[in-house]
């Protein structure tokens, strides 16, 4: 039996760590303004692309 | 303003752009050189991005701020989950299943009705869908020329009718070419790629001339917007709707997997696992590109006072076109219209692909008209019924527009589609991981829930427009308070979406699993289900040949495939699976239970499972097995592997343990011979003194009167080679204890500086004797260490005899110290002698080998001195080894550690 491999249970654990990042009550915090943007929109595109630049690196990293 | 005539040139061309993509992308797929590779499949997933994230988004971010942006996240974070994903395409993969209700009935015993019920689901639900996109491409029309108004349209013909048949034509062109029903449409694959590429580069070149050509970035829209008091809360996530967003990516996370096109460009579709790859980053990656400016637009569109009283849908067109930017709306035009292009065709080929293999063909099966036309080819039929369901979708689509597309956004009509094939999802998943999970429970969850989600959002849409009463909505059914359609047993306080989301999938999901519990499993679902839960067991065998029983005869199967695949790919298909079984012609093809499956999965490819299971039960004369059977055979099935699991990994042991023998026997033999050379050596060492003693004793004996001087020298001789016959006696006794670990040493602190001193004064009249300089550095207090005393003395002494043996007389110089190096004491006894080369360097330790030439100088010890001081020093946990070159000298160094300090 096949077992899944440590990239496709690496991004499963991103995907249930961002989880909560991106729901309330976390996405909740930012408040006012971040570097002269609202905070809630920095803070989600911050957490988003974050997510998907980890989930490229464990994805095309070689030798996998 | 821009002309009609060049705006349909443009489509035109556009159109043809993309056809000559598709054929391309066919035409490389026959010659066998595929062009979809992991981009190509990643930008294809992107059908998910259709008009409404091109002007929806915009519409929605005006009302709802933020929460635009939880249709776009649940994707991102279901396509993380791989395992899922990969698990589905195996499967569908190995039981050649094209669309999603194929999936969910093959799963459930490949029954007829389930996969009815999906594609009834499916075509009702996603419906609503597709009138979005007519929808949008209409309301385009209208900003591009306001003038004709959408009724007026081309010769009186409605605008929204007509691109509803241009879509049609445009689909069918593109889906149903290849009379060839089984393949995958790669070229279809191919042109959504670029369709994604467009919408993105389109949405993304408005944002930029908004944001940069109308504004001076970011910040300044953001400014303005802020400052207006009623706008600045669009921009913080609203946790009073905490429900809503969790609902929404739930929500939007099961329609990236189960919305037909979806299932259609992920599953099907899918060319190698491995492009999923790429997918996984670049897909997500691509949501957030085209998002980015969607809240710059809206907030720009709201503060705008030319766009006062404008839809906020149509922001991507009337902001362009307010400030005069008309290439920009011409761009603009065209990538809303690759994004409801793209969605209408992938979404009426996989549903027409359903509505075809599991509403039409059933019914063709009982029909009489088929059995009348016996033996006619019926791939072309297959594929004038997707084309024709193709029509009737997109007239469904229309007619749902007129109906009740006006009372709501775009958003609002795509979320009721996402939540009508979430219904899907307990059924599907379930089917996955759950092997209980029946097909009545199926049923039952499947119908309960869309029941729900029919009553408490499709029919409230219909309402809403005033094609029906909305006394439901108000009062509740028959005045009935708890039933208010969106307010149910008084739940309030979500949007509409999120209550329906909630109470249909409780209902489904709970109906599920409780029929599930309750209900018992036929054979054949009892084995699908097997076949489904454990696919990456499984892998890519052929079945247990036993779940099948019956009788089949091979000209009545073939004339089914040819009938079903058309007469060509029947027979190349009929072909490869004869090589597969090493026989050269497919008519000699036994009508086994392998073939039978053979068959049916080639059917079912064509014309869906359930179809092709009754079909093949028609020409079959098969045994009904009964459930405990299909238990026994999976159960025995499943310990087999057991079994060989067990004998594997014992195997695995036996041949560790083989391999552990085979070293050791190695090492005996290796112990062996060196007792053997050990031997031979020894006796060769003894008998050379031996032989001078004998020779020269004889002499004495035969001749008397041997002169006195003569006599002397003999006995002189004599006692010198006993005395060496005794050293090497002792010293191989001594080497023997050592090696036996029979020594007996008495250990105590030493000094070593003594030591050495002491060895350098007894041997001092050697050194003398030869004219050798003896000179010697012995750092002061040095620390004492744990050892044999004796034997020390014996490892020194043993150095300085071999160095004073082998410098020349006169000029030899040897030089000892004595240093502490970190926690050993490091004694070296250099000379200025001949040197040794590499090799002889780690020589000079083994037994009898001598120092330099045996062959030709006497030899001058016993050849035990050097292993008999190496043991001394590894006894003590120190170390002995020899740093020299040719011609410069030898170093012999040996440490001794020191003590570990008391804790």
Same mark, same amino acid.
């Given at each position: 039996?096949?077992?899944?491999?440590?990239?496709?249970?690496?991004?499963?654990?991103?995907?249930?760590?961002?989880?909560?990042?991106?729901?309330?009550?976390?996405?909740?915090?930012?408040?006012?303004?971040?570097?002269?943007?609202?905070?809630?929109?920095?803070?989600?595109?911050?957490?988003?692309?974050?997510?998907?630049?980890?989930?490229?690196?464990?994805?095309?990293?070689?030798?996998? | 303003?821009?002309?009609?005539?060049?705006?349909?040139?443009?489509?035109?061309?556009?159109?043809?752009?993309?056809?000559?993509?598709?054929?391309?992308?066919?035409?490389?797929?026959?010659?066998?050189?595929?062009?979809?590779?992991?981009?190509?499949?990643?930008?294809?997933? %992107?059908?998910?991005?259709?008009?409404?994230?091109?002007?929806?988004?915009?519409?929605?971010?005006?009302?709802?701020?933020?929460?635009?942006?939880?249709?776009?996240?649940?994707?991102?974070?279901?396509?993380?989950?791989?395992?899922?994903?990969?698990?589905?395409?195996?499967?569908?993969?190995?039981?050649?299943?094209?669309?999603?209700?194929?999936?969910?009935?093959?799963?459930?015993?490949?029954?007829?009705?389930?996969?009815?019920?999906?594609?009834?689901?499916?075509?009702?639900?996603?419906?609503?869908?597709?009138?979005?996109?007519?929808?949008?491409?209409?309301?385009?029309?209208?900003?591009?020329?306001?003038?004709?108004?959408?009724?007026?349209?081309?010769?009186?013909?409605?605008?929204?009718?007509?691109?509803?048949?241009?879509?049609?034509?445009?689909?069918?062109?593109?889906?149903?070419?290849?009379?060839?029903?089984? *393949?995958?449409?790669?070229?279809?694959?191919?042109?959504?790629?670029?369709?994604?590429?467009?919408? &993105?580069?389109?949405?993304?070149?408005?944002?930029?001339?908004?944001?940069?050509?109308?504004?001076?970035?970011?910040?300044?829209?953001?400014?303005?917007?802020?400052?207006?008091?009623?706008?600045?809360?669009?921009?913080?996530?609203?946790?009073?709707?905490?429900?809503?967003?969790?609902?929404?990516?739930?929500?939007?996370?099961?329609?990236? &997997?189960?919305?037909?096109?979806?299932?259609?460009?992920?599953?099907?579709?899918?060319?190698?696992?491995?492009?999923?790859?790429?997918?996984?980053?670049?897909?997500?990656?691509?949501?957030?590109?085209?998002?980015?400016?969607?809240?710059?637009?809206?907030?720009?569109? &709201?503060?705008? +006072?030319?766009?006062?009283?404008?839809?906020?849908?149509?922001?991507?067109?009337?902001?362009?076109?307010?400030?005069? %930017? $008309?290439?920009?709306?011409?761009?603009?035009?065209?990538?809303?219209?690759?994004?409801?292009?793209?969605?209408?065709?992938?979404?009426?080929?996989?549903?027409?692909?359903?509505?075809?293999?599991?509403?039409?063909?059933?019914?063709?099966?009982?029909?009489?008209?088929?059995?009348?036309?016996?033996?006619?080819?019926?791939?072309?039929?297959?594929?004038?019924?997707?084309?024709?369901?193709?029509?009737?979708?997109?007239?469904?689509?229309?007619?749902?527009?007129?109906?009740?597309?006006?009372?709501?956004?775009?958003?609002?009509?795509?979320?009721?589609?996402?939540?009508?094939?979430?219904?899907?999802?307990?059924?599907?998943?379930?089917?996955?991981?759950?092997?209980?999970?029946?097909?009545?429970?199926?049923?039952?969850?499947?119908?309960?829930?869309?029941?729900?989600?029919?009553?408490?959002?499709?029919?409230?849409?219909?309402?809403?427009?005033?094609?029906?009463?909305?006394?439901?909505?108000?009062?509740?059914?028959?005045?009935?308070?708890?039933?208010?359609?969106?307010?149910?047993?008084?739940?309030?306080?979500?949007?509409?979406?999120?209550?329906?989301?909630?109470?249909?999938?409780?209902?489904?999901?709970?109906?599920?699993?409780?029929?599930?519990?309750?209900?018992?499993?036929?054979?054949?679902?009892?084995?699908?289900? $097997?076949?489904?839960?454990?696919?990456?067991?499984?892998? $890519?065998?052929?079945?247990?040949?036993?779940?099948?029983?019956?009788?089949?005869?091979?000209?009545?199967?073939?004339?089914?495939?040819?009938?079903?695949?058309?007469?060509?790919?029947?027979?190349?298909?009929?072909?490869?699976?004869?090589?597969?079984?090493?026989?050269?012609?497919?008519?000699?093809?036994?009508?086994?239970?392998?073939?039978?499956?053979?068959?049916?999965?080639?059917?079912?490819?064509?014309?869906?499972?359930?179809?092709?299971?009754?079909?093949?039960?028609?020409?079959?004369? /098969?045994?009904?097995?009964?459930?405990?059977?299909?238990?026994?055979?999976?159960?025995?099935?499943?310990?087999?592997?057991?079994?060989?699991?067990?004998?594997?990994?014992?195997?695995?042991?036996?041949?560790?343990?083989?391999?552990?023998?085979?070293?050791?026997? *190695?090492?005996?033999? *290796?112990?062996?011979?060196?007792?053997?050379?050990?031997?031979?050596?020894?006796?060769?060492?003894?008998?050379? +003194?031996?032989?001078?003693?004998?020779?020269?004793?004889?002499?004495?004996?035969?001749?008397?009167?041997?002169?006195?001087?003569?006599?002397?020298?003999?006995?002189?001789?004599?006692?010198?080679?006993?005395?060496?016959?005794?050293?090497?006696?002792?010293?191989?006794?001594?080497?023997?204890?050592?090696?036996?670990?029979?020594?007996?040493?008495?250990?105590?602190?030493?000094?070593?500086?003594?030591?050495?001193? *002491?060895?350098?004064?007894?041997? /001092?009249?050697?050194?003398?004797?030869?004219?050798?300089?003896?000179?010697?550095?012995?750092?002061?207090?040095?620390?004492?260490?744990?050892?044999?005393?004796?034997?020390?003395?014996?490892?020194?002494?043993?150095?300085?005899?071999?160095?004073?043996?082998?410098?020349?007389?006169?000029?030899?110089?040897?030089?000892?110290?004595?240093?502490?190096?970190?926690?050993?004491?490091?004694?070296?006894?250099?000379?200025?002698?001949?040197?040794?080369?590499?090799?002889?360097?780690?020589?000079?330790?083994?037994?009898?080998?001598?120092?330099?030439?045996?062959?030709?100088?006497? +030899?001058?010890?016993?050849?035990?001195?050097?292993?008999?001081?190496?043991?001394?020093?590894?006894?003590?946990?120190?170390?002995?080894?020899?740093?020299?070159?040719?011609?410069?000298?030898?170093?012999?160094?040996?440490?001794?550690?020191?003590? %570990?300090?008391?804790?």
């Amino acid at each position: 039996m096949k077992r899944s491999g440590p990239t496709r249970q690496r991004l499963t654990a991103v995907a249930l760590a961002a989880l909560p990042l991106l729901t309330f009550p976390l996405l909740g915090l930012p408040q006012g303004e971040w570097l002269s943007f609202p905070a809630g929109l920095v803070y989600l595109f911050g957490v988003w692309g974050g997510a998907i630049a980890l989930a490229a690196w464990i994805a095309e990293r070689p030798g996998r | 303003m821009l002309s009609g005539g060049f705006v349909a040139l443009v489509t035109v061309a556009y159109f043809g752009l993309l056809f000559g993509v598709a054929r391309w992308g066919d035409a490389r797929a026959d010659a066998g050189r595929s062009i979809i590779n992991a981009n190509v499949y990643a930008l294809s997933l %992107a059908v998910y991005c259709t008009s409404w994230t091109f002007f929806g988004s915009v519409g929605r971010a005006t009302s709802g701020g933020l929460s635009f942006l939880t249709i776009y996240l649940g994707p991102t974070l279901m396509l993380l989950c791989v395992g899922v994903v990969i698990k589905m395409i195996r499967i569908a993969k190995a039981q050649r299943i094209t669309s999603i209700a194929d999936f969910i009935a093959a799963r459930y015993g490949k029954s007829p009705l389930l996969a009815g019920l999906v594609t009834v689901i499916a075509v009702i639900g996603v419906v609503p869908y597709i009138a979005l996109q007519l929808k949008a491409v209409a309301a385009s029309l209208d900003i591009l020329f306001p003038d004709s108004g959408t009724a007026a349209g081309l010769l009186g013909v409605d605008s929204t009718l007509l691109v509803a048949a241009v879509l049609a034509l445009f689909t069918i062109l593109f889906g149903t070419r290849h009379l060839d029903a089984t *393949e995958r449409h790669e070229g279809m694959v191919a042109a959504i790629a670029v369709e994604s590429v467009v919408k &993105l580069v389109a949405f993304c070149a408005v944002g930029l001339f908004v944001t940069y050509g109308i504004h001076n970035g970011f910040a300044d829209v953001f400014a303005r917007a802020t400052a207006q008091p009623t706008l600045a809360g669009l921009f913080a996530p609203d946790a009073a709707r905490a429900g809503n967003w969790a609902a929404l990516i739930l929500l939007s996370g099961l329609a990236i &997997l189960l919305l037909p096109r979806q299932f259609q460009i992920i599953v099907v579709e899918n060319v190698d696992e491995s492009h999923l790859k790429r997918a996984v980053w670049l897909f997500p990656l691509y949501l957030l590109l085209i998002n980015i400016f969607v809240l710059p637009l809206a907030a720009s569109g &709201l503060t705008d +006072p030319r766009l006062a009283g404008h839809n906020p849908d149509t922001f991507v067109l009337t902001l362009p076109l307010a400030h005069g %930017a $008309e290439a920009l709306v011409l761009l603009a035009f065209v990538g809303g219209l690759s994004a409801a292009t793209g969605m209408v065709i992938v979404e009426t080929i996989a549903l027409s692909t359903m509505v075809c293999n599991d509403l039409a063909m059933p019914a063709l099966l009982r029909s009489t008209w088929l059995a009348r036309r016996q033996n006619a080819d019926l791939s072309g039929t297959l594929i004038a019924i997707r084309r024709v369901a193709i029509v009737l979708i997109l007239l469904l689509g229309y007619i749902y527009f007129r109906a009740a597309g006006e009372a709501y956004a775009l958003v609002g009509i795509g979320l009721i589609s996402f939540a009508a094939v979430a219904q899907f999802a307990p059924a599907l998943f379930g089917g996955m991981y759950w092997k209980q999970g029946t097909r009545a429970g199926a049923l039952a969850g499947l119908l309960a829930g869309f029941v729900v989600w029919a009553y408490t959002l499709l029919l409230p849409s219909f309402a809403r427009s005033g094609w029906i009463g909305n006394g439901f909505v108000e009062h509740g059914l028959f005045g009935i308070e708890w039933l208010r359609a969106q307010a149910l047993f008084g739940l309030s306080g979500f949007d509409e979406i999120s209550h329906c989301l909630w109470w249909s999938l409780f209902a489904n999901l709970g109906a599920y699993v409780l029929v599930s519990l309750i209900s018992t499993p036929d054979a054949v679902e009892a084995g699908q289900a $097997e076949r489904f839960v454990d696919v990456f067991r499984h892998g $890519e065998r052929a079945p247990d040949a036993r779940l099948w029983r019956g009788d089949a005869s091979l000209p009545e199967i073939t004339g089914l495939l040819e009938r079903f695949l058309g007469p060509a790919r029947a027979r190349q298909q009929l072909a490869a699976h004869a090589r597969m079984r090493g026989l050269a012609d497919w008519r000699s093809l036994p009508p086994d239970a392998g073939f039978v499956h053979f068959a049916e999965t080639e059917l079912a490819a064509a014309i869906g499972s359930a179809s092709a299971r009754a079909l093949m039960a028609g020409v079959t004369r /098969e045994e009904d097995l009964r459930l405990e059977e299909v238990l026994d055979i999976l159960d025995e099935a499943s310990q087999v592997r057991a079994y060989s699991r067990e004998l594997e990994s014992k195997q695995r042991a036996l041949e560790a343990a083989t391999n552990e023998l085979r070293a050791a026997n *190695e090492r005996l033999r *290796e112990v062996d011979r060196m007792k053997d050379d050990f031997i031979s050596t020894v006796t060769h060492e003894l008998r050379t +003194p031996l032989t001078s003693i004998r020779a020269l004793s004889e002499m004495l004996y035969d001749d008397p009167r041997l002169e006195l001087e003569q006599r002397t020298r003999f006995l002189g001789v004599i006692v010198s080679e006993t005395e060496r016959l005794t050293r090497l006696i002792n010293q191989v006794l001594d080497m023997a204890k050592l090696e036996s670990g029979r020594a007996e040493w008495t250990t105590g602190e030493v000094d070593v500086g003594q030591v050495v001193n *002491e060895a350098m004064v007894a041997l /001092e009249p050697l050194f003398r004797e030869k004219k050798v300089s003896l000179t010697h550095a012995i750092a002061a207090d040095l620390p004492s260490v744990l050892a044999d005393r004796d034997r020390l003395t014996q490892v020194v002494v043993n150095l300085l005899s071999n160095a004073v043996k082998f410098v020349s007389g006169g000029s030899g110089q040897v030089r000892v110290s004595v240093v502490r190096d970190d926690a050993v004491l490091r004694v070296a006894v250099a000379d200025n002698g001949p040197g040794l080369t590499a090799e002889e360097c780690t020589q000079v330790f083994e037994k009898f080998r001598q120092g330099g030439n045996t062959m030709t100088d006497k +030899p001058q010890g016993t050849g035990l001195g050097l292993p008999i001081s190496r043991q001394i020093v590894e006894y003590f946990g120190g170390k002995l080894w020899v740093e020299s070159a040719p011609g410069a000298g030898a170093t012999f160094v040996f440490t001794v550690p020191l003590p %570990a300090p008391d804790a």
